[in-house]
């Protein structure tokens, strides 16, 4: 009895090898190409990998495998060389993690409805054109929850009022679910919002309604090239995207949002992140800061 057990024990043991082997698993990448790879990565789109190794192997690795490439070393040349439009959007989606959802980092929205939106509104009663961009919008549900904050505190004026908002991100599979704005709605929406600004689409699945989808534009952007918008902003949403940049990226990515801000606009940042190299920017609050 007890060597059949260990035969048995054998035989899976034998068969986990066998599995291993046939499953025909990449070479480790190398030092030189993990540094290829992560300048590149770095350069081009700010988005740093020093620390992430292990999850640019796991993350790329059937990737790899579904080109019929024979390593990382051969992956990190095409992307150098002939890599598309689609092959680096693969990549960053990839290695970044779109995460958001509604109603997020509520101290936020608290100041933008409770401070920042009655001062704009009053600074615009004239020409009645408000500036907003959304920089990093993954998803959606960040431009999308702006626009209804907007929306209930102008009510009935609402239609009077420009207030279009930019809202841009580096991945077209973020943008492309983004201009969808279908969702599993979570427990945090107000019940008056849910009957408001979303329909029903089936099974837990809702869409925004039409109108807070028309007032987001969403646009394909890069945040290392400059910005040359036509018009500069009355406030700037850019929250858990300077995670991924080093410091020296963050610093010119905040002079670049300065310079792209009206005197006396905003910039809001994840309550995760901070501002702590030089800026020109003045704290007004925890994630906060005005021109």
């Known amino acids: ?42 350069n081009k789109y700010g988005i740093d990998l020093r620390q992430k190794r292990q999850l640019i192997t796991s993350r790329l690795t059937n990737t790899i495998k579904g080109m019929g490439l024979s390593g990382f070393k051969e992956y990190v040349d095409f992307i150098m ?26 101290t ?5 409805k409770g401070r920042i939106l009655p001062d704009l509104v009053k600074r615009h009663q004239r020409d009645k054109n408000l500036s907003i961009w959304s920089a990093g919008c993954s998803s959606g549900e960040e431009p999308y929850n702006i626009t209804m904050y907007m929306f209930d505190y102008l009510g009935a004026q609402a239609s009077g009022w420009d207030t279009r908002i930019l809202a841009t991100d580096l991945s077209m599979d973020a943008l492309s679910k983004a201009q969808k704005g279908i969702y599993e709605l979570p427990d945090s929406i107000p019940p008056d919002w849910k009957k408001k600004y979303f329909q029903s689409v089936g099974g837990h699945n809702y869409q925004v309604t039409p109108a807070v989808r028309n ?20 406030l700037i949403f850019c929250r858990n995207v300077m995670i991924y940049f080093d410091q020296e990226t963050k610093n010119a990515l905040t002079e670049r949002f300065y310079d792209a801000t009206v005197p ?18 003045k704290r007004i609050g925890p994630s906060i800061f005005q021109k």
């Open 1 to 42: 009895m007890e060597k059949e057990k260990k035969e048995q024990r054998g035989q899976v043991e034998f068969s986990a090898q066998s599995i291993e082997k046939t499953a025909g698993a990449l070479p480790s990448i190398t030092d030189g190409d993990f540094r290829r790879l992560v300048a590149f990565v770095q």
């Open 81 to 106: 060389t002939k890599g598309t439009g689609d092959d680096i959007n693969h990549l960053l989606s990839k290695l970044t993690t779109n995460y958001t959802y509604f109603m997020r980092e509520m």
């Open 108 to 112: 936020a929205f608290d100041c933008f």
């Open 215 to 234: 007032n987001v534009i969403f646009r394909q952007f890069n945040l290392m090239e400059p910005i040359k918008f036509k018009r500069k902003f009355d």
């Open 264 to 281: 006396g606009g905003y910039l809001i940042i994840s309550t995760s992140e901070n501002l702590t190299g030089p800026t020109r920017y």
